[in-house]
């Protein structure tokens, strides 16, 4: 005699963001796993998962954004929760994938962190890693499990083709995201420019020059990270001094580090767009920030892996 068994799916969150969870949850019907996290009084996270799992597929949903070292490690344990439970399979849902920018030895004695990440993930358990515009794409390539990169591309192209603007042009803030502006440009059918800049250290940089037409138009800077806003709001004004008529700026992962926000608030930008991969902190962000919300995104990419369904037609 055969039994059929049907196939479990668990939607857990961690601390991280939970509002963005909630909403994956509902876009797919669901609700948001039972799991309780807590902290010891030596600071030590304790996790409880409070529903049987056994056999199921179950999804983490934890951008390791700041405290980032306390999010990835609740991350690694909700993980080894989960499988020590008799899960099927957990993926690990990162919307914000915290370490990307130390991809490579850059200078002698460096460490490679993101690959790090990668081996710490996979020695908790996680058997899939679901995220979104890693900064060094080729980060896929230190799991040897699948990994997904969803891209934020064709939310922010949406909403900036709504805005209907005479005479666009996207700038990358630098030559290394040339190919993610060159992306929106394509989808915005638009042309592109490039802000070429040197960093003396780490977030200090200064514009050079800008390559390409912007006098008249209006530029949209596109970055996948703004962090203390000092690149931004640099490039903003160089446009401008180059003849752009207004500056919009987008960006995936909104990190926001002091003084990123008073930085955007007096600086010339006409308008902010970022997604909620990180949530909000320290209350209310002022009006000239948007946010996007890359739930849908997230929910469809789950369902679709969960009925083993095709990824790929997400990034059209």
């Known amino acids: 005699m055969s039994i059929l068994l049907e196939k479990q799916l668990h939607v857990f969150s961690g601390t991280a963001n939970r509002p ?16 309780t996290i807590g902290r010891f009084k030596d600071g030590e996270i304790n996790v409880r998962i409070g529903e049987t799992v056994r056999g199921a597929d179950c999804f983490v949903v934890q951008p390791t954004c700041s405290p980032s070292n306390d999010n990835l490690m609740e991350l690694l344990i909700m993980i080894d929760a989960i499988k020590r439970a008799s899960a099927r399979s957990v993926a690990a849902v990162i919307p ?9 030895k850059a200078a002698p004695r460096d460490p490679i ?41 064709p939310i922010l192209a949406d909403y900036f083709r709504k805005k209907e603007l005479e005479s666009p042009v996207v700038v990358s803030p630098d030559v290394g995201g040339v190919s993610r502006a060159r992306e929106l440009a394509q989808r915005l059918h638009t042309t592109l420019a490039i802000v070429d800049k040197r960093r003396p250290a780490p977030n200090v940089s200064e514009v050079m020059n800008v390559i390409g037409d912007v006098h008249g138009k209006v530029a949209i800077l ?89 990824v790929s037609v997400l990034f059209d």
Not at 135 to 151: E, K, R, S, T
């Open 20 to 35: 963005l969870a909630e909403e994956i949850a509902s876009y797919m019907g669901v609700p948001l796993g039972k799991a």
């Open 96 to 104: 914000y994938y915290g370490y990307a920018r130390q991809d490579r």
């Open 113 to 153: 962190a993101a690959k790090l990440v990668a081996n710490l993930l996979t020695a908790a358990g996680a058997d899939r890693v679901l995220t979104m515009d890693l900064h060094a794409p080729q980060i896929q390539g230190f799991f040897d499990i699948p990994v997904d990169n969803l891209m934020a591309g």
């Open 222 to 310: 596109v970055d996948d990270i703004i962090d203390t806003a000092g690149t931004i709001v640099q490039a903003a004004q160089a446009l401008l001094d180059r003849g752009a008529c207004t500056v919009y700026a987008c960006c995936t992962h909104p990190v926001f580090s002091p003084p990123a926000l008073e930085r955007l608030v007096a600086s010339p930008l006409q308008e902010v767009v970022v997604t909620n991969t990180i949530p909000r902190r320290n209350g209310e962000w002022p009006d000239k920030i948007k946010t996007l919300s890359v739930a849908p995104l997230f929910g469809e990419a789950i369902r679709r892996i969960f009925h083993d369904e095709s």
